[in-house]
T-cell receptor, first 114, second 115 residues
Framework: AQSVTQLDSHVSVSEGTPVLLRCNYS??????LFWYVQHPNKGLQLLLK??????LVKGINGFEAEFKKSETSFHLTKPSAHMSDAAEYFC????????????FGSGTRLSIRP | DSGVTQTPKHLITATGQRVTLRCSPR?????VYWYQQSLDQGLQFLIQ???????AKGNILERFSAQQFPDLHSELNLSSLELGDSALYFC??????????????FGQGTRLTVV
């Protein structure tokens, strides 16, 4: 069975400082991992994805995530936060089996202080 | 633009009524997912279809049903509506189930308000 845990429900950082959003996953098969972002009253947008190629994945808007199998983690980072990064972020796991489904974490709300 | 189209964007209806939400997936995508997002329960997976067949079921109430048609569009039917069904309903599509192409692309959602 697959599951995903986002360790922080809310993260607040100052503009220009690094961002770290934490995600741990559980999967019986080789997982595909994703981060999505949702701005207020908007749909979900794919930020980046990991599908067994390079373990360090670069996404849009300066975000990146590193797949660490030994730690079953897929944390999202950005070197310098921007006010426009304020949003809800979802970590997602999908098993690469024939019967996989997409499982969302509970979300992390990122706030940016001026 | 994700390529996934949901209609209507907004829907206001009374308790006890029935509504149908429609989703057109991205061109070529075979898999369709439905999610419900509410303030108190977050993003909840409802149901998944792949090429017309139900593939996985989540926290979908018996009052709700869905189907995927031969042209791959999907409809989510919500009946005997209650105030608590007020939420944002998202549809997503992906190319495949399993394998490398499982990232989902989301529509803008249908905001349902039950009064």
């Amino acid at each position: 069975a697959q599951s995903v845990t986002q360790l922080d429900s809310h993260v607040s950082v100052s503009e220009g400082t690094p961002v770290l959003l934490r995600c741990n996953y559980s999967s019986s098969y080789s997982p595909s991992l994703f981060w999505y972002v949702q701005h207020p009253n908007k749909g979900l947008q794919l930020l980046l994805k990991y599908t067994s190629a390079a373990t360090l994945v670069k996404g849009i808007n300066g975000f990146e995530a590193e797949f660490k199998k030994s730690e079953t983690s897929f944390h999202l980072t950005k070197p310098s936060a921007h006010m426009s990064d304020a949003a809800e972020y979802f970590c997602v796991v999908s098993e690469r089996s024939s019967a996989s489904k997409i499982i969302f974490g509970s979300g992390t709300r990122l706030s940016i202080r001026p | 633009d994700s390529g996934v189209t949901q209609t209507p964007k907004h829907l206001i209806t009374a308790t006890g009524q029935r509504v149908t939400l429609r989703c057109s997936p991205r061109s070529g995508d075979l898999s369709v997912y439905w999610y419900q997002q509410s303030l108190d329960q977050g993003l909840q997976f409802l149901i998944q279809y792949y090429n017309g067949e139900e593939r996985a079921k989540g926290n979908i109430l018996e009052r709700f049903s869905a189907q995927q048609f031969p042209d791959l569009h999907s409809e989510l039917n919500l009946s005997s509506l209650e105030l608590g069904d007020s939420a944002l309903y998202f549809c997503a599509s992906s190319l495949a189930v399993g394998g490398q192409n499982t990232e989902a692309f989301f529509g803008q959602g249908t905001r349902l308000t039950v009064v």
